[in-house]
T-cell receptor, first 114, second 115 residues
Framework: GENVGLHLPTLSVQEGDNSIINCAYSNSASDYFIWYKQESGKGPQFIIDIRSNMDKRQGQRVTVLLNKTVKHLSLQIAATQPGDSAVYFCAENIWGSSASKIIFGSGTRLSIRP | GAVVSQHPSRVICKSGTSVKIECRSLDFQATTMFWYRQFPKQSLMLMATSNEGSKATYEQGVEKDKFLINHASLTLSTLTVTSAHPEDSSFYIC???????????FGEGSRLTVL
């Protein structure tokens, strides 16, 4: 079946540094990708998304890069803050016969060193 | 942004009983709702896709007779875990969107503990 996976399960970053979280996806037909942040005991929170016709999209302190050639997605967080500590998931939109569904990757835990 | 509400946020039940979890879209009409399950330190696994007025589409390996999903209106979907067992203990999360694609809005999750 479809699978969206991550290279690193945990990432420790010095406060103030930039964080880069990577994700590999397997479905070349996916047309939409999303990054979510999940804090303990809560539902996923939308961070940023990107459609397959784009290579890069920037938000506030976050940038998503999409490389369709190697089916790779990354999330860059600038000037990482303690509040960025969470688990980050990439997800992809996969189309079925008449509708689409969002499938999640395995997640990366981001921890911030003071 | 859009708000999706889940209730209850926590529930404890005895083995063999059934538990119902509600998912409501508060400020938009959710033509499609999704139910996910998340075990500790794992990712969200899609259980089923629910379209208003039609039967839910279950993912492979998810028992439709055990996890009953009803999407009776454009603002409400329910997940009923029937004859719950300890292995059903998990974090259940719903999400909703308007239309066939686009951004999902997630609820805060419901933690089920089966004793």
């Amino acid at each position: 079946g479809e699978n969206v996976g991550l290279h690193l399960p945990t990432l420790s970053v010095q406060e103030g540094d930039n964080s880069i979280i990577n994700c590999a996806y397997s479905n070349s037909a996916s047309d939409y990708f999303i990054w979510y942040k999940q804090e303990s005991g809560k539902g996923p929170q939308f961070i940023i998304d990107i459609r397959s016709n784009m290579d890069k999209r920037q938000g506030q302190r976050v940038t998503v890069l999409l490389n369709k050639t190697v089916k790779h997605l990354s999330l860059q967080i600038a000037a990482t803050q303690p509040g960025d500590s969470a688990v980050y998931f990439c997800a992809e939109n996969i189309w079925g016969s008449s509708a689409s569904k969002i499938i999640f990757g395995s997640g990366t835990r981001l921890s911030i060193r003071p | 942004g859009a708000v999706v509400s889940q209730h209850p946020s926590r529930v404890i039940c005895k083995s063999g009983t059934s538990v119902k979890i509600e998912c409501r879209s508060l400020d938009f009409q959710a033509t499609t709702m999704f139910w996910y399950r998340q075990f500790p330190k794992q990712s969200l696994m899609l259980m089923a896709t629910s379209n208003e007025g039609s039967k839910a589409t279950y993912e492979q390996g998810v028992e439709k007779d055990k996890f009953l999903i009803n999407h009776a209106s454009l603002t409400l979907s329910t997940l009923t875990v029937t004859s719950a067992h300890p292995e059903d203990s998990s974090f259940y999360i719903c999400s909703a969107r308007f239309g066939g694609s686009g951004e999902l809005f997630f609820g805060e999750g419901s933690r089920l503990t089966v004793l």
